[in-house]
């Protein structure tokens, strides 16, 4: 049986042979912010905004493994805080390049993608599993109603 701490220090290692610049939510998006710099109408055409959520699962769901947001404590930190929300909210409000034609930018719905993909499931599980336990036998808090 994993103990959390077992899990815990087991998700340190899961990037640990991955280049830094592939594994850091913070470089990847600088680099797909230069790309779209240089190149604003092929970048659009690319619909990167619409992947990028999709690559970042993985590197948001590490951060995300002993977050709680229903206990108190240093497991519930607020979102905001995190790493990965303030890179990828730094890059969903950056600036489009003048040069591009285009009115709309589909970077700007980066950040409510991720938490639509990745934070509600999360969510989601918590708050399943919490209904779940409040249900069995012994537990008073919720049978009460």
Same mark, same amino acid.
């Given at each position: 049986?994993?103990?959390?701490?077992?899990?815990?220090?087991e998700?340190?290692k899961?990037f640990e042979d991955?280049?830094?610049?592939v594994?850091?939510i913070?470089?990847?998006?600088?680099?797909?912010?230069?790309?779209?710099?240089?190149?604003?109408?092929?970048y659009?055409?690319?619909?990167?905004?619409?992947?990028?959520?999709?690559?970042?699962?993985?590197?948001v769901?590490?951060?995300?493994i002993?977050?709680?947001p229903?206990?108190e404590?240093?497991?519930?930190t607020?979102?905001?805080?995190? $790493?990965?929300?303030?890179?990828v909210?730094?890059?969903?409000?950056a600036?489009? $390049?003048s040069?591009?034609?285009?009115d709309d930018d589909?970077?700007e719905?980066?950040?409510?993608?991720?938490i639509?993909?990745?934070?509600?499931?999360?969510i989601?599980?918590?708050?399943?599993?919490s209904?779940?336990?409040s249900?069995?036998?012994?537990?008073?808090t919720?049978?009460?109603w």
């Open positions: 049986i994993l103990s959390i701490d077992n899990v815990l220090e998700s340190k899961i991955v280049h830094a610049d594994c850091d913070r470089k990847i998006l600088l680099k797909f912010q230069e790309r779209k710099e240089k190149f604003p109408d092929s659009c055409d690319a619909y990167i905004g619409f992947c990028l959520p999709k690559l970042l699962n993985p590197l769901r590490v951060q995300l002993n977050w709680s229903l206990e404590g240093q497991n519930s607020d979102l905001k805080e995190m $790493p990965w929300f303030r890179a909210e730094g890059f969903s409000d600036k489009k $390049p040069e591009s034609k285009r589909p970077d719905e980066v950040l409510p993608r991720v639509e993909k990745t934070i509600l499931p999360k989601t599980g918590i708050l399943r599993l209904w779940e336990r249900l069995q036998p012994g537990n008073e919720l049978n009460k």
